[in-house]
Each structure stands twice: as C-alpha cells, then as structure tokens.
C-alpha cells in the first residue's frame, strides 16, 4: 500500500483541493500509480476474462456512457450488476474505476454495468444521483439485449458510488421498482460530520483527505446545507426495506467510521447486513487486487456474498 502511495505522491500534482476540477480531472489517479508500480517490477496484468464494450444511453434528458463487462463463457441470462465509480461526483470515470468493475464480473460471472453519471460543478446535486436510477431502470428494462437476467440484478459502487448504489436501492423501493437482490458499498459516502474519529485521524490520509472531501461537497451541493440530506447522509436515510447488502471499509481513510455506521444503521432497520474492515490499507485499495493481497481477499469477500444472491 505505501509503495502505491508513494508512487503517486512522486508524480508531484498539486492537491486536488487547490484545483478547478477541469483541472482535477487532468491529474494522475492511485490506478495510474497501480500500473506504473507493476510496471517497474514486470508484474503482468492479468489476461481479461470478459469483453469489455462501451456505448452510450439515453436516460434523465442525458447522454451517460456506461461500460459493457460481458463474460465470455455466459449463457444467455447472466446475472447483472450495476456498478458506480467513485470520484467524490466530482472527478474520475469509466477508466479510473475500471480493475474494480472488471474484477467483480469476471468474479461473479456476471454482466457488469459501469455508469458513468454527470458531475459536479456543471451538474448539481441531485443529478448524479438521478442518473444512478435512472440507469439501473434502463439496465432492468434492457437486460435481455445485454445477455442479463432483469431478475438478478445487484448494485455496487465504491466512495460517491457506493453513496449512488444504496440510492438506487431506496429510489427503487419508493417507486415501487423491482430492488436489486443485493448491494456492495464499498468505503461509502454515508455521513456529513467531517469531524468524527476516523476524519480526525486520518485528516491528511492519501489518497483521500479532508480538504478533499469539503471540496467535493463544494463543487457537487448547490449548498453545503443540502450535506445533512438523507440521500448524502445516509446514515439518517429510511434503510428499511432494503435488499442484503455487504459494506467494506479501509482502516486509513476519513470514511470508515461513516461505512461502520452505515452498516450498523442497516442492521437496525432489519437489512441482511456483511461487513468486512480490511486494516493496513487506505481509500480506493479495492480495485488493487493485482498488488494488494487485500483488495484480493476484498473481491473474494464481495464476490461471495453477491454470488448467493445472484445464483
């Protein structure tokens, strides 16, 4: 993990937080400091076990890209899973988040959804967070076209996108859509207290921090008031009615007392609820798994609890 860390502090960019985000946008990522890390010690990526193709729909009056992860030894009906990346619902996209998404199709035989949803500042609160449904809605309508089962669908997402994954489960129960069998939020966005333990620990962690965070928050809430709505702070959502779902958190990271709260709230409206702390590492280690033996045991974890509900 450190060796990841540091390979991306070498790269010299300026904080994220004193940037504009077209500029933010620009910078490297930990998945660049993954590959560049590999690369300098000839360990080879592994060959793909799925096709990966990529189109665009129309949904919500917008034009999302998403990402096609297709197994290559599926029948006609695979299992699905929508899957959001993270970013703060400022920065990142398809490719930044793609070893995760890859990851939990060839792991689950599953078709894997990646959305790529609109972004703050050029889209407030709650655009993203409108996308993300409207997404899962396209997907549940068109799965038979994308060799998937509407049946047996999961949502997953990490960071911003695990705060998107568990909306998309409450918007499917309060429109009387069919929930998704499962969700895995991985180091969700569930809270707006900057100032708990874990923010106060780990204040100036890489690669998230809390100057980053109260940047997002800036660039994504048309005002800082709107942190405190169930939707960002899910901690005070209605959870009840939910399907099963697993939470996983990383010890060096300002989220994790927010996801450990998230998953004790779960547990108290009645939810099916995993969770699974992995310690040593930081934010954003889950799609690591070619370095980590962490975000390995991570995706095993994942992938086991959706499989039973998928199958």
Not at 191 to 208: C, E, F, I
């Amino acid at each position: 993990m450190q060796v990841v860390v540091e390979k991306l502090q070498s790269y010299g960019a300026p904080p994220i937080e004193t940037l504009t985000p077209q500029d933010a946008r620009k910078q490297p990522t930990p998945t660049n400091a993954v590959m560049d890390v590999m690369k300098e010690n000839g360990i080879m990526m592994p060959a793909p076990m799925v096709d990966k193709s990529d189109r665009t729909i129309s949904v919500n009056g917008a034009d999302l890209p998403i990402r096609l992860y297709t197994p290559r030894n599926g029948n006609a009906a695979n299992p699905m899973i929508v899957y959001y990346h993270g970013g703060g619902w400022v920065i990142a996209n398809l490719d930044t988040y793609d070893p995760s998404a890859q990851a939990l199709a060839e792991k689950t035989g599953s078709v894997v959804v990646s959305v790529q949803y609109r972004q703050g500042p050029e889209h407030k609160f709650p655009t993203a967070h409108n996308d993300a449904f409207a997404a899962y809605q396209w997907v549940h309508q068109n799965a038979a076209s994308l060799k998937g089962n509407p049946d047996r669908i999961a949502v997953a997402g990490e960071s911003a996108g695990g705060n998107l994954a568990c909306n998309v489960s409450i918007m499917a129960r309060d429109n009387g859509i069919k929930l998704p069998v499962a969700q895995l939020l991985v180091y969700p966005v569930a809270n707006n207290d900057m100032n708990n333990g874990s923010y106060t620990r780990y204040s100036n962690a890489k690669p998230l921090n809390k100057p980053m965070m109260e940047w997002f928050a800036k660039h994504y809430l048309n005002n800082m008031q709107e942190a405190a709505d169930p939707r960002i702070s899910l901690v005070n959502a209605n959870l009840k009615g939910l399907p099963p779902t697993i939470v996983i958190t990383a010890q060096i990271d300002p989220l994790h007392d927010e996801g450990k709260m998230l998953m004790e709230r779960l547990k108290q409206a009645g939810v099916t609820t995993d969770y699974e702390d992995f310690k040593g590492v930081t934010h954003e280690f889950f799609g690591m798994a070619t370095l980590l033996p962490q975000a390995a045991e991570a995706q095993r974890e994942a992938a086991e609890f959706l499989n039973k509900r998928l199958k």
